[in-house]
């Protein structure tokens, strides 16, 4: 199983518009894009602040299928200490 949070910046708004909306609807894509590969969101949309306190909108996403093996990241191996 996979697991990644879409992150879309909600500071970016036109004028006149706080940005939400507009944000709103681009996550939405994100999401959608992400449904057709194979991904699932996994609860609601979450909102956060940074600390310059410009607003975001988050949605976590799950992939149950079995990870590719070239999608996999390999870790070396310890090398045993020699004796």
């Known amino acids: 199983m996979q697991y990644k949070v ?3 910046d909600a500071a970016r708004g036109l004028m006149g518009d706080s940005g939400m909306e507009t944000s ?3 996550l ?3 999401v959608n894009e992400a449904i057709k590969d194979g991904w699932e969101p996994l609860g609601g949309i979450a909102h ?3 600390r310059q306190e410009n607003p975001f909108l988050l ?3 799950i ?3 079995p ?3 070239g999608d996999a990241e390999e870790v070396p ?3 045993p200490p020699e004796a």
């Open 6 to 8: 879409i992150v879309e």
């Open 24 to 26: 709103a609807a681009i």
């Open 28 to 30: 939405a894509e994100k």
């Open 48 to 50: 956060s602040e940074n």
């Open 59 to 61: 949605q976590a996403m």
């Open 63 to 65: 992939n149950r299928s």
């Open 67 to 69: 990870s590719p093996a």
């Open 77 to 79: 191996s310890p090398t």
